[in-house]
């Protein structure tokens, strides 16, 4: 099966040569996102408003969505829905990890422990399959930088990004207002169903909620 949305953004964040994730906060966000707008698009959860709800309990097919849905029927603890702010907070911790496990199960990703100076325990994952990359640049690189029109899918990875400023991981070597300009653009435009682009709002909503907050707490 194709990476779902957050593998994808697990391997835009991904650096090369340390084999962390770069950006962690945001991409965690991000991740979180991504598993939500993939269940929106697979037609198992809707957001409204400020409201998520499990809409199709089917299972998809994909471990990693499936799971999620397990989780997110649980969080509901039987109600219709709930905030959805709440869940990408609660989720977004724990999704970045579960979206990499996917990455090291297809094998595109491989896991390595080792040791810093011999005693602290470490792991890092090293890119094993630069194939989904590969696309996932080149198809990125057709709608921001040279104006293809992009589909619903990848309207809304453009739109993630832009939400939690990855900008520079996508295109670490284009003119950054150039860059920014276009996936705005994408993020506002009609490329999406109102149900996609309802969902990315709430991500921004989520993000701005916990910004403030800890610039309250910090003050």
């Not at 949305?5 to 340390?18: C, G, N, T, V």
Request: glycine fraction near 8%; charge should be neutral.
């Amino acid at each position: 099966m194709a990476i779902t949305l957050a593998e994808e953004i697990i391997l835009l964040s991904l650096d090369d040569e340390s084999g962390v994730l770069e950006q962690r906060q945001a991409a965690g966000w991000a991740v979180a996102g991504g598993i939500l707008l993939d269940l929106v698009l697979a037609g198992r959860a809707s957001v409204e408003g400020k409201h998520l709800k499990q809409t199709d309990g089917t299972p998809t097919g994909e471990p990693l969505l499936d799971d999620r849905m397990a989780l997110l029927d649980a969080w509901l603890g039987g109600r219709e829905k709930r905030r959805v702010t709440d869940w990408l907070t609660k989720d977004r911790g724990n999704a970045a990890r579960a979206a990499m496990d996917s990455l090291c199960a297809r094998g595109v990703v491989i896991e390595q422990h080792y040791k810093v100076l011999g005693l602290f325990p470490m792991r890092r994952y090293l890119k094993a399959d630069s194939a989904p990359e590969t696309e996932l640049r080149r198809r990125l690189q057709a709608v921001v930088l040279e104006g293809t029109a992009p589909d619903e899918r990848t309207a809304g990875l453009i739109a993630l990004l832009h939400a939690t400023k990855l900008h520079r991981l996508a295109f670490p070597d284009a003119p950054r207002k150039q860059v920014t300009d276009r996936m705005a653009a994408i993020a506002t435009g009609q490329w999406a169903a109102e149900s996609v682009r309802t969902a990315i709002r709430a991500v921004q909503a989520a993000i701005t909620v916990v910004a403030v907050a800890g610039a309250t707490a910090g003050s």
